[in-house]
């Protein structure tokens, strides 16, 4: 994990690439030259009766600008205060925060994102790219305008899925997911719990070992760094995994999928 920073970053542009999203992006040269795709920051809320701050991965990591992006929905009275930042104007950030994904450099990559599951994919595609590789992108939503424009990913191949039909594959990125799958890939995966769960009964299907599919948890969580114990989510060894600590990136198979229940969807 790397050192979190605790900045007061500027916002520098607030956008809506699709619809139901907003994306902020700030100025903050230290935590930006240090942050992984996967990890997480903590935004500073400053609405009132909010108290937490609002935990969301990093969706765009540029360290030569010195520039963090991120990809959130509007869900209540903080992420609505956070959506009405204008250019200008400051947030506390704490981050980056977590572990992030960890590609093999053998393995073919497969990102898989579910709705705004997508956002911690955008960064991981960039950084793969980067690398020399180019990653195939599985991006799945409720229709057409809520997927994310393609350009967001120079470089990667581009497949969607719609739930009615209204873009790409007719169904479920699953499904989708189904058509591309190979036991030489690896997969990182992002998105709503039943969705998470049909992709590790897929790759049990396929014989692709639980070891190498990467999962981003989306849990609620409250600190962020281990203290309140809010973002547990059940361990295959028994227990239970922090998703601030241990996560927000693991390996499929340390999760006891029996025990993992759809509480979120944030």
Same mark, same amino acid.
């Given at each position: 994990?790397?050192?979190?920073?605790?900045?007061?970053?500027?916002?520098?542009?607030?956008?809506?690439?699709?619809?139901?999203?907003?994306?902020l992006v700030v100025l903050d040269p230290a935590a930006a030259n240090i942050a992984q795709p996967g990890q997480f920051f903590q935004m500073g809320v400053e609405a009132p009766h909010t108290l937490?701050?609002?935990?969301?991965? &990093? +969706? #765009?990591?540029?360290?030569?600008?010195?520039r963090l992006g991120f990809l959130f929905s509007v869900v209540g009275a903080g992420s609505a205060?956070?959506?009405?930042l204008e250019p200008g104007d400051r947030v506390r950030l704490i981050g980056p925060l977590g572990r992030g994904f960890?590609?093999?450099?053998?393995a073919a990559p497969i990102c898989v994102g579910g709705g705004l599951g997508i956002a911690p994919l955008v960064a991981l595609s960039a950084w793969l790219v980067a690398a020399g590789r180019r990653p195939v992108v599985l991006q799945g939503a409720r229709e057409a305008a809520r997927l994310l424009p393609a350009d967001r990913f120079p470089g990667a191949r581009i497949l969607t899925a719609t739930d009615d039909s209204s873009a790409g594959w007719p169904g479920s990125v699953v499904g989708?997911?189904?058509? &591309? +799958? #190979?036991?030489?890939?690896?997969w990182f995966v992002?998105?709503?719990?039943?969705?998470?769960?049909?992709?590790?009964?897929?790759?049990?299907?396929?014989?692709?070992p639980r070891q190498r599919i990467q999962i981003a948890l989306e849990t609620p969580m409250g600190c962020g760094v281990g203290?309140?114990?809010g973002c547990v989510t059940p361990a295959?060894?028994?227990?239970?995994l922090l998703a601030c600590q241990d996560g927000p990136c693991v390996r499929a198979d340390r999760v006891d999928w029996s025990r993992v229940e759809d509480a979120f969807h944030g």
């Open positions: 994990m790397s050192v979190a920073v605790l900045a007061r970053a500027t916002v520098v542009a607030r956008s809506a690439p699709m619809e139901g999203a907003v994306e937490l701050p609002r935990p969301y991965s &990093v +969706a #765009a990591v540029d360290p030569d600008r010195g205060w956070l959506s009405s960890t590609p093999s450099p053998g989708l997911l189904e058509t &591309v +799958a #190979a036991r030489e890939q690896e992002c998105g709503p719990t039943p969705m998470l769960q049909a992709v590790i009964g897929l790759a049990d299907a396929l014989g692709l203290t309140c114990l295959a060894a028994g227990g239970y």
